[in-house]
C-alpha cells in the first residue's frame, strides 16, 4: 500500500466490549483502520483490525506498550488522519468515601485520568502535522456529584478539563500551537453496557440513585451502543471543531 493511500487511523481504547466494542466496529464499517486497546481481545475479525492488549492500569508499563516503534509501525505520520478514542473506564470504588481503598482509587484514577492523558500526548507527538482528533468518552458525573461515585466523578471531572487544558495548549504552546488538533469531551448517554449492569448491582445504600438505572433499564431507556458510536465516529471525521469542546449523544 503507498503512503498515500493509507485509511485514516484510530486507537479506540476499551474496544473488547461495550461502548469501545461498537465505535471500534462503526469505524471499521466507514473504512477506518482501527487498534483497540484493553485487557481482553475484541471479538472483530477484519483485516484492518488489531488488538494492543494491554492493562490501562499499569501506569508504568505504558511506555512499553505503546512504544515509539509501534507508532512508526503505523505510519500515524502519514495518515490522511488520525483518532484517538479514549473510552476505556471503570467505576472504581463504589460506596461512602469512608469506604474507599486507596489502591482501588488509584487505579481507577490510572485507567481513566492518567492513560488518557498520556496517550494524548503520545498522539500529539506521533502524528506531526496529520490532523488528530480526540474524543475523550465523557459522562454527566463530570459535572455532578453523585453521592457514592466520589472516584468516578472526580475521573471524569478531571478527564473533561484534561481535554480542556490541550485545546489550550494547542493555543498557546509552541509545541502544538497551529497543529490540527482538536479534543471533545463526549457524553454517550445511558448506554446498554456491563458498566450499566454493574451499576444496577449496587444497593442503595452504596449507589443511592441506583433505582434510576433500574427504572431506566426496566424501562427500555437505555441505549444501544451502536448509537453514541457512530456519533463518535462522526466526530473522529470532523473538519470543523474548535480546540476542545464538550458535547453530548442527542439522538
Ligand atoms: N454505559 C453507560 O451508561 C455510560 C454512561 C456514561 C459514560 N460512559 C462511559 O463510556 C465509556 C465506555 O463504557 P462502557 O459502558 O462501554 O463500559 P464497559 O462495557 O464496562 O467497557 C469498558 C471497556 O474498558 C476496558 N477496560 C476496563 N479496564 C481496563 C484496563 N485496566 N485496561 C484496559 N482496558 C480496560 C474494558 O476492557 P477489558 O476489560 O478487556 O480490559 C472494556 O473494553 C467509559 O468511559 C464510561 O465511563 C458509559
Excluded at 471524569?156 to 478539563?161: E, Q
Aim: charged share 20%; proline share 7%; net charge neutral.
Amino acid at each position: 500500500m503507498s503512503q498515500t493511500s493509507l485509511a485514516p487511523f484510530a486507537l479506540v481504547t476499551g474496544a473488547s466490549a461495550g461502548l469501545g466494542l461498537a465505535t471500534a466496529r462503526c469505524l471499521l464499517e466507514r473504512g477506518w483502520q482501527v487498534v483497540g486497546a484493553s485487557r481482553r481481545a475484541a471479538p472483530i475479525d477484519h483485516p484492518q483490525y488489531a488488538d494492543l492488549r494491554t492493562d490501562l492500569a499499569d501506569s508504568a508499563g505504558l511506555a512499553d506498550a505503546f512504544e515509539t516503534a509501534w507508532a512508526e509501525r503505523y505510519a500515524l505520520a502519514s495518515r490522511p488522519r488520525v483518532g484517538l478514542v479514549n473510552n476505556a473506564a471503570v467505576l472504581g470504588p463504589v460506596g461512602p468515601i469512608s469506604t474507599v481503598d486507596p489502591v482501588a482509587l488509584t487505579r481507577a484514577l490510572a485507567i481513566n485520568v492518567t492513560a488518557p492523558a498520556w496517550l494524548t500526548g503520545r498522539f500529539a507527538g506521533w502524528v506531526g502535522g496529520v490532523p488528530l482528533r480526540v474524543v475523550n468518552v465523557s459522562s454527566g458525573a463530570a459535572h455532578k456529584p453523585y453521592a457514592g461515585w466520589a472516584t468516578y466523578c472526580a475521573s471524569k471531572a478531571a478527564l473533561l478539563r484534561l481535554g480542556e487544558t490541550v485545546g489550550a495548549e494547542v493555543e498557546a504552546m509552541p509545541a502544538l500551537q497551529g497543529r490540527d488538533v482538536a479534543v471533545v469531551g463526549f457524553a454517550p448517554g445511558v448506554v446498554d453496557t456491563a458498566m450499566q449492569t454493574d451499576i444496577r448491582g449496587y444497593s442503595t445504600r452504596e449507589l443511592p440513585m441506583v433505582q434510576r438505572f433500574l427504572d431506566l433499564k426496566a424501562d427500555g431507556h437505555l441505549l444501544p451502543p451502536e448509537l453514541p458510536a457512530a456519533a463518535i465516529a462522526d466526530l473522529l471525521a470532523r473538519d470543523d471543531l474548535p480546540r476542545f469542546h464538550e458535547t453530548r449523544y442527542t439522538g
